[in-house]
């Protein structure tokens, strides 16, 4: 099971940093990613890291994004720096034991997926 949590309502330019507890799986073990669903749209990759330690990043969110992972906690992170107010989305944790480095960004790819979080960037 993977529990998302960290979101909330923040002003442009502002921060924050989202959380994924894993239970059940070791994420020292698997990729760990975050997707996101803007309103009206559909889901899309933000941030993986693979099991490697390798790490991908859309365009959009390059620089200002920045993916982590305790292991001793098994829990993932998203810190979120110069938020905009197109950052505003539904914020999604997946864990992949399977996915390979090349391949991060495929929603298919990932086994488990917490509920998301809601994140809300005021201009």
């Known amino acids: 099971q993977l529990q998302a949590s960290g979101g909330g309502l923040v002003q442009a330019g502002g921060s924050l940093r989202l959380s994924c507890a894993a239970s059940?799986?070791?994420?020292?073990?698997?990729?760990e990613a975050w997707f996101r669903r803007a309103p009206g749209e559909g889901r899309t990759f933000v941030a993986g890291?693979?099991?490697?330690?390798?790490?991908a990043y859309s365009d959009s969110v390059k620089g200002r994004f920045t993916i982590t992972r305790d292991s001793a906690k098994n829990t993932g992170y998203l810190q979120m720096d110069s938020l905009r107010p197109e950052d505003t989305a539904v914020y999604y944790c997946?864990?992949?034991?399977?996915?390979?480095?090349?391949?991060?960004?495929?929603?298919?790819?990932?086994?488990?997926w917490g509920r998301g979080t809601l994140v809300t960037v005021s201009s």
């Open positions: 997946a864990l992949g034991p399977s996915v390979i480095l090349s391949n991060l960004a495929s929603q298919t790819a990932y086994s488990y």
């Open positions: 890291m693979h099991r490697s330690g390798g790490t």
């Open positions: 059940g799986s070791r994420i020292s073990s698997a990729a």
